[in-house]
């Protein structure tokens, strides 16, 4: 072999291993996560830059502004003169009665204006908090209430060169969320994928992932402990890799399903207790899981099975539904945030996630 021949080679093998290498995904933070803060939007992005994160997700902003079109603006330059990815959008979009219909769907084209105008690609919405607060008493139905709310926003979605991400929440399994993008249209819609969700719906999130990958337009990971209990199986939000799913084989599979462009977002939601889901009552099945699927059900169970109860001090006062008491309110702020950067840190050093860093 002449040593051009070899010089060339050699190029090429380099050229390969480049290439096979795999990248850095970009990351940010979900504003929700330190809500305790009350910052405010300009704040959230500052807290970005100081820890050098190339996005944000600005959801459910407390910002006084945040219903101010001129805010707006102001917020994508910002952002713009920053370097920072932003997204963001709305709250549930499923009327809890005929009568909110319009309501709703008002509420939705606003958002897709804000939205627009911060320079964010998607919308974010979900359909209920919980799968018992889904307003009709057939799941079928509510699917299809939902694919009637977001066909009467198409045209405005399309006009304003966005998508609406659907966040996966404690409502619908994947396979029915899935289906709901697709009766409504993957032109415009698609999937916000929270990884701490699925466990609330018996679902192991490496399922969800799997199900919704082609779906999936921004991607936020949150972790959980998941183990058996005398009652059932207890789920419970913990801070990144600390919790019983496995995120590095999770990062290792988006790599290879996801579509280029999605960001990811560090989202730990702690301060929580242990939720317990009935698995062992019948009239729980057949109240809300009538069609649940056996195989993706035993996966949740392995899930569980090697799971164990958080054992590291937490603060638990963020309980739905009831006001935090003044005397933790201090304890739960200082939690948020040193949350927030321990899941930051072993996004970084374990999942090897980030530009700027």
Same mark, same amino acid.
């Given at each position: 072999m002449q040593r051009r021949d070899f010089i060339g080679c050699l190029g090429g093998?380099?050229?390969f291993a480049q290439a096979a290498m795999p990248t850095r995904i970009p990351i940010g933070y979900n504003t929700y996560c330190l809500r305790g803060l009350k910052m405010t939007d300009r704040q959230h992005m500052d807290q970005a830059m100081a820890w050098k994160l190339d996005a944000l997700f600005l959801q459910d902003s407390l910002d006084p502004a945040t219903n *101010?079109?001129?805010? /707006?603006?102001?917020?994508?330059?910002?952002? $713009?003169?920053?370097g920072l990815h932003l997204e963001t959008g709305g709250a549930s979009i499923l009327p809890k009665t005929p009568a909110q219909f319009d309501t709703?769907?008002?509420?939705?084209?606003?958002?897709? +204006?804000?939205?627009?105008?911060?320079?964010?690609?998607?919308?974010r919405s979900l359909f209920a908090g919980f799968?018992?607060?889904?307003?009709?008493? *057939?799941?079928e139905?509510?699917?299809?209430?939902?694919?009637?709310?977001l066909k009467s926003v198409r045209n405005e979605v399309l006009d304003a060169g966005v998508k609406i991400a659907i966040e996966v929440h404690k409502d619908f399994q994947a396979w029915e969320h899935k289906a709901i993008i697709e009766m409504a249209g993957k032109d415009f819609v698609g999937t916000y994928l929270d990884t701490g969700n699925p466990v609330f719906t018996i679902e192991d999130p490496m399922v969800t992932l799997e199900t919704l990958a082609p779906h999936v337009l921004t991607f936020h990971l949150r972790d959980s402990v998941v183990y058996n209990h005398? *009652?059932?199986? +207890?789920?419970?939000?913990?801070?990144?890799?600390?919790?019983?799913? *496995?995120?590095?084989?999770?990062?290792?599979?988006?790599?290879?399903?996801?579509n280029p462009g999605v960001h990811i977002y560090i989202k730990p939601i702690t301060g929580r207790p242990?939720?317990?889901?009935?698995?062992?009552?019948?009239? /729980? /099945?057949?109240?809300?899981?009538?069609k649940a699927r056996a195989q993706e059900y035993a996966r949740f169970l392995a899930l569980a099975k090697r799971g164990r109860p958080y054992e590291k001090p937490v603060v638990q006062e963020d309980v739905t539904g009831r006001p935090?008491?003044?005397?933790?309110?201090?304890?739960?702020?200082?939690?948020?945030?040193?949350?927030?950067?321990?899941?930051?840190?072993?996004?970084? $050093?374990?999942?090897?996630?980030?530009?700027?860093?």
């Open positions: 093998a380099v050229a *101010d079109p001129a805010h /707006w603006v102001e917020v994508k330059g910002w952002a $713009q003169e920053l709703v769907v008002a509420a939705l084209r606003k958002n897709i +204006a804000r939205a627009k105008a911060c320079g964010s690609p998607i919308v799968r018992s607060e889904l307003p009709l008493p *057939d799941i139905a509510n699917m299809e209430l939902g694919v009637k709310v005398p *009652d059932g199986i +207890a789920v419970q939000w913990v801070p990144l890799g600390e919790g019983t799913v *496995d995120f590095k084989a999770i990062i290792a599979r988006a790599r290879q399903l996801l242990p939720a317990i889901l009935p698995v062992y009552d019948d009239a /729980w /099945w057949a109240k809300y899981y009538p935090t008491p003044p005397a933790y309110q201090a304890a739960l702020n200082y939690q948020q945030k040193e949350h927030m950067e321990r899941s930051i840190n072993y996004a970084r $050093q374990e999942l090897k996630l980030g530009v700027r860093s």
